[in-house]
């Protein structure tokens, strides 16, 4: 059985993306969304990469 990615429609915040990565990885949502804090704090490329994120990962639900 192959899991794939999708932002969360259940779990979402801004774009659903740290959600979704919480659910493919199998841990809370909450550390994914610290990680990207300290990412924004640590040189702002979180930011950059969670906007591509919310381009390419479709939502839940959705088939591309």
Same mark, same amino acid.
């Given at each position: 059985?192959? @899991?794939? #990615? !999708? ?7 801004? /774009?659903? &993306? ?14 994914? @969304?610290? #990680? !990207? ?7 702002? /490329?979180? &930011?950059?990469i969670y906007l591509i ?12």
């Open positions: 059985m192959s @899991r794939k #990615l !999708f932002r969360s429609k259940s779990d979402a915040m801004i /774009g659903g &993306i740290c959600g979704g990565l919480g659910e493919y990885f199998g841990i809370d949502s909450t550390i994914v @969304r610290l #990680l !990207f804090v300290a990412g924004i704090f640590l040189g702002g /490329g979180a &930011i950059f994120a919310m381009i390419i990962i479709p939502k839940e639900g959705e088939v591309r």
